[in-house]
Antibody, heavy 125, light 107 residues
Framework: EVLLSESGGHLVEPGGSLRLSCAAS????????INWVRQAPGKGLEWVSV????????FYADSVKGRFSISRDNSKNTVYLQMNSLRAEDTAVYYC??????????????????WGQGTTVTVSS | DIQMTQSPSSLSASVGDRVTITCRAS??????LNWYQQKPGKAPKLLIC???SLQSGVPSRFSGSGSGTDFTLTISSLQPEDFATYYC?????????FGQGTKVEIK
């Protein structure tokens, strides 16, 4: 079974940092891009970032560019989202999600077919 | 960035109704448009990817159409389990933007 599981969500003060992890199982991890998508309380989905299967290509939403950094360790089947300079508007459930189609060193055009259960990040003093 | 605009933002419908949701992109995205269903407290579920291709296991009452900038999601006969929020997303170019969502409620 293909599974993704996020961890690392926490209450943090504005300006603080947090690292989220996304652990994967049940598929050839290095063959698929992984995305982070967030959802603020009562709001819609917001795409945050994506990393290619090989890890060589990373992309970010304008709202997090320069503050967040995505990385992956294919030996541990894990993707990370390092979040710095956190703001109240970063408060959300953060999901990791796997691209449906194979890609290694580039991004596919596919949507995401497997999602984790989400981890909650709260930025508040 | 490509802006994705869904309409309506919400709708009320009855079981058995035909429901259509539209999604418009601010520029052409070819057919790289995906549809998701999300129920409260749950992660989204991929329904259609791309444009008109039904994801494996999704009931055939769901269908998608469109290309370029205008797309539709149709539910041919609404079932009780279909009451949820639906999102479109373009994966033509990063950032991979979502629409604002359409909430389908029980009339």
């Amino acid at each position: 079974e293909v599974l993704l599981s996020e961890s690392g969500g926490h209450l943090v003060e504005p300006g603080g940092s947090l690292r989220l992890s996304c652990a994967a199982s049940g598929f050839t991890f290095s063959n698929f891009a992984i995305n982070w998508v967030r959802q603020a309380p009562g709001k819609g989905l917001e795409w945050v970032s994506v990393i290619s299967g090989g890890g060589g290509r990373t992309f970010y939403a304008d709202s997090v560019k320069g503050r967040f950094s995505i990385s992956r360790d294919n030996s541990k089947n894990t993707v990370y989202l390092q979040m710095n300079s956190l703001r109240a508007e970063d408060t959300a459930v953060y999901y990791c999600a796997k691209d449906r189609d194979y890609s290694s060193d580039y991004l596919s055009y596919s949507g995401v077919d497997v999602w984790g259960q989400g981890t909650t990040v709260t930025v508040s003093s | 960035d490509i802006q994705m605009t869904q309409s309506p933002s919400s709708l009320s419908a009855s079981v058995g109704d035909r429901v259509t949701i539209t999604c418009r992109a601010s520029q052409s995205i070819s057919s790289y448009l995906n549809w998701y269903q999300q129920k409260p407290g749950k992660a989204p579920k991929l329904l259609i990817c791309p444009a008109s291709s039904l994801q494996s296991g999704v009931p055939s009452r769901f269908s998608g159409s469109g290309s370029g900038t205008d797309f539709t999601l149709t539910i041919s006969s609404l079932q009780p389990e279909d009451f949820a929020t639906y999102y479109c997303q373009q994966t033509y170019i990063v950032p991979r933007t979502f629409g604002q969502g359409t909430k389908v409620e029980i009339k």
